[in-house]
């Protein structure tokens, strides 16, 4: 992996290969010089409309290496989402440093009306960010903390 710093920026580099040979949209791109994440758009020949409640995933026609060390973090777009009702379902999804495969992205329509996914239409942004793998340590108890008992379950609180 070679980390080189342009501009002032941290940057990785990343292998991109174009896996849908029908559709060659370019590489992906920063929307602004401080956007944090890349645009993914749907790689598709005709649009796409989502229904209510359902989902679907769309092909971004695009492979990447991506360092070891790293992962990239696919996230919903704030323009989709609010106007739509549309996001990216298990977001963010993650794509491992160890996957060659094509990259694609499942959409959710959480909004009352169909929702339509045109050719080429930015549907996420994909962020790089640095992995930290975690030494898991067997204990038989953990150490106290200030909130008090912990609850049976995840959420009980609520």
Do not use: W
């Not at 989502?50 to 696919?74: R, V």
């Not at 992205?105 to 930290?132: D, H, R, Y």
């Not at 953990?142 to 009980?156: A, F």
């Amino acid at each position: 992996m070679r980390k080189v710093k342009l501009n002032g920026k941290n940057e990785i580099e990343v292998k991109v290969r174009h896996v849908a040979l029908s559709y060659d949209f370019g590489l992906p791109t920063y929307a602004t010089e401080d956007s944090s994440g890349i645009d993914l758009i749907a790689c598709m020949g005709v649009a796409v409309t989502l229904m209510p409640g359902k989902c679907h995933a769309f092909q971004t026609g695009l492979a990447m290496e991506i360092p070891k060390g790293y992962e990239g973090q696919i996230r919903s777009k704030s323009g989709l989402a609010p106007r739509n009702n549309v996001f990216v379902l298990n977001s963010p999804d993650t794509i491992d440093s160890d996957y060659r495969g094509e990259i694609e992205v499942i959409l959710a329509n959480f909004g009352s009306n169909p929702a339509t996914i045109f050719p080429q239409q930015k549907i996420a942004q994909m962020v790089f960010a640095p992995v930290t793998r975690a030494k898991l340590i067997e204990v038989d108890e953990l150490s106290e903390i200030d909130r008090g008992k912990p609850k049976e379950r995840y959420g009980d609180e609520f």
